[in-house]
C-alpha cells in the first residue's frame, strides 16, 4: 500500500514502490476522468487528469532521461527509470540513535545500529535547569559523534560502489554531521528527499530501504 502524508498548502504526497507504479497510475486515471497529458522532465513527471486533478512525481536518482510532452498516461520512461535495482547507501539519525547501511533492490545487506540515551526536557527552572541542558547536550554530541564514525566506517569507504545516498531522520542532526568534513563526499551525493522517520533501529532501517526506492508523487487541484 501506497504511504500518505498530507504537505504544507493543501494536497497530499504519495511514496509509490517501483512495482507498483504502473498500477497506481492506471487507478489515478480511472478514479479521475482519464488522464489529459504527461509532460516529462529531467527531475518531474507531471500528469493533468481530465478532472483537473494533478499529480507531480519527483524523480527518484535522476535525471530521467526522457522530456517531453504527450497526450493521454505516458509515464512508461518513469516506471522503467524507478524499476532499475540499485545499491543504495542510507543515513538514519536522530539526536538518540542512528542507523546507517547498504540496501540493494529493498533489502539491507549490511548494517550497523547504535542507541545513545538523550535526556527530555526538563521542566524545572534555574540553575537545575541549565545544568540538565548542559547534560543533554552532552549526550547528544556522543550520540551524533557516534552516528558520524559509523557513517564514514560503513558508508564512506563504499560510495564508488553505490548509486545513491539516501538520508533520514531529523534535518538538524543531519545538519550537524554535514559539518564533519569526513562526511563531505557522502552528503555530496544525497538524494534531495529526507525520509521522515522514527527513532532507527533495524527495523526502521528494513522500512527506509523500501522506501528509498519509492516514487514521491504529490496531488493537488479539485
Known sequence: MARERQVAGGGWAVEVAPERLEGWYARFAVRNEGVRETRLTAETVTVVADNGVVAVATVPFGPLD????????????????ALVSRRIALLLVRRGGHSVGIARGGVVVQSRTDRH???GRSAAGGWSQQRFARRREGQARVALRSAAEDAFEVLVPQLSEVDA???GGDRRAL??????RRLAPLFERAEPRVLDIPEPRRTVLEDAAERAAAVEITLAGP
Request: overall charge negative.
Open 165 to 167: 545516498v539516501v538520508l
Open 175 to 180: 545538519e550537524t554531521l554535514r559539518e564533519d
Open 66 to 81: 526522457t522530456e517531453g510532452t504527450a497526450n493521454g498516461l505516458a509515464v512508461g520512461p518513469l516506471v522503467e527509470h
Open 117 to 119: 540515551l538523550v535526556q
